[in-house]
């Protein structure tokens, strides 16, 4: 699971017990898995 935070940036937790990081969405582990994107509830 991972959240878009804008500027081709995604904000993920990579598995249990490792820190949460920023990855570039254009790197090959994003762009097999992206299933899409919603914008906020109002």
Do not use: C, K, N
């Not at 993920?12 to 992206?34: K, L």
């Amino acid at each position: 699971m991972g959240i878009y935070r804008g500027d081709g940036q995604m904000i993920h937790a990579p598995g249990r017990g490792r820190r949460v990081e920023t990855s570039p969405v254009e790197i090959a582990y994003w762009q097999e898995r992206f299933l899409g994107a919603a914008a906020p509830a109002p």
